[in-house]
């Protein structure tokens, strides 16, 4: 048997090498010339445990991100076979409750605690670690008197210290495409743009466009795993989606400074269209402000050609927003000044997730997660991973249905 994985981002990538581990040949197929180089490398990598999904009341949401968030590291190590922890891992995130959450102060925290005691009985239940670190007796701590020389209390309500982190996205694609072409068992079809999926005699055929002319292969099982294209491939198989979807456009600044600068922390600020500050290591620093990386929203089926990579002014006003929209809440960034940036790429990645209005509205499906997963007809499979965390975990459970297993 031979199987089909339609797009080689992070998740496309991840059911391929656990295909391929378990036996089982795969043709991967890409638009690009190289695996994971769009949204699974250009965000900022939280390993999410469930703490910013405080308005999702049925806590669903947080239970889905701490399950995946549990499996990542060790689904990782099955396939690259080292420490998830060596791939560069950021400091702890911060969580900043803004005085204009969605969510009251109140019940933000309440959502903390309760996060925390879940992914304290999951590990001891299921023995797992969080990116190896035992996380069977770590409590967040509220720093309610004693922000006042990093978050502006007139501006922020609570900070709590969790040990939510986030790992280097662009490291792990290095190695995961490595991964992919030392594995014979996985052929990676390049410059293939997938456009339809048909059934034919003994399994299905691909058609995608290989410099502008059809071409066709049939498999026995496909899996669609591409991303801002799967709805469109999952129409020509008959599979329609069950909500109404957005695409959103957000770019995001990694950056690297001329001098070390450990001052600025790991942070997320909740909850509402706000920001993160991502740190790797004491000069490398990823930043979002959302009302500034915005990009683009759109309710059709697939997303506009939105331009992805922003350089020259662009980018500049871009990272300059983002500096300004952060340093209103994070007091050290207003020291900072755009010459203290070595260099720095602003790159878009495209979020696809159920829902019709954007995350400054309260009542959006963008605030809850949990209408994703893996829907399977027949041979023919196609993955909503929904975010980043949850990949490796959806990756199994693929595989699992690929060979047989449920």
Not at 79 to 84: K, P, S, T, V, Y
Not at 151 to 176: F, G, K, Q, S, W
Not at 286 to 302: D, F, H, K, R, V
Not at 338 to 356: F, Q
Request: glycine letters at 10%; aromatic letters at 8%; a negative charge.
């Amino acid at each position: 048997m031979r199987v089909a994985v339609l797009g080689a981002g992070f998740q496309g990538v991840c059911v391929a090498l656990e295909i391929a581990r378990r036996g089982v040949a795969v043709d991967l197929y890409d638009e690009n010339d190289a695996c994971i180089t769009q949204a699974g490398y250009r965000n900022e990598g939280k390993i999410h445990l469930g703490f910013v999904y405080a308005n999702d009341p049925t806590f669903e949401t947080a239970q889905l991100m701490a399950q995946g968030a549990m499996m990542f590291g060790r689904a990782l190590h099955r396939w690259l076979e080292r420490d998830i922890s060596a791939i560069g891992v950021s400091s702890p995130f911060d969580y900043v409750v803004h005085r204009g959450s969605l969510t009251p102060t109140d019940q933000v925290l309440a959502h903390f605690a309760r996060v925390t005691t879940f992914v304290r009985d999951l590990a001891t239940a299921t023995g797992q670690t969080y990116l190896g670190e035992d996380v069977r007796t770590v409590a967040v701590r509220s720093l309610l008197a004693e922000f006042d020389d990093t978050y502006d209390p007139d501006v922020v309500a609570a900070v709590v210290e969790t040990n939510e982190r986030a790992i280097n996205v662009r490291l792990l694609a290095e190695l995961l495409r490595k991964r992919i072409a030392d594995d014979n068992r996985v052929a990676f079809m390049a410059r293939r743009r997938v456009t339809t999926v048909v059934r034919a005699p003994g399994g299905f055929e691909v058609r995608c466009a290989d410099d502008g002319s059809p071409v066709g292969n049939r498999y026995r099982q496909i899996v669609n795993c591409l991303w801002d294209g799967r709805l469109l491939v999952d129409q020509t198989m008959g599979v329609h989606p069950r909500h109404r979807w957005l695409h959103r456009l957000k770019y995001g600044i990694n950056m690297c400074l001329r001098h070390a600068d450990n001052s600025i922390p790991s942070t997320t600020i909740v909850l509402g269209p706000y920001g993160d500050i991502v740190r790797q290591g004491d000069r490398h620093m990823y930043i979002t402000w959302y009302p500034t990386c915005l990009g683009g929203l759109s309710g059709e089926i697939a997303p506009p050609e939105w331009p992805r990579d922003l350089a020259g002014e662009g980018a500049r006003h871009v990272i300059e927003g983002t500096l300004a929209g952060l340093a209103r809440i994070v007091v050290p960034l207003r020291e900072f000044q755009y010459d203290d940036i070595e260099s720095a790429i602003v790159a878009g990645g495209i979020i696809t997730a159920a829902g019709e209005t954007d995350i400054d509205d309260p009542g959006s499906r963008l605030h809850t997660r949990t209408a994703v997963g893996v829907r399977s007809a027949d041979g023919y499979h196609s993955v909503d991973t929904g975010k980043y965390t949850l990949a490796p975990m959806y990756a199994i459970e693929i595989t699992d249905r690929v060979c047989g297993v449920r």
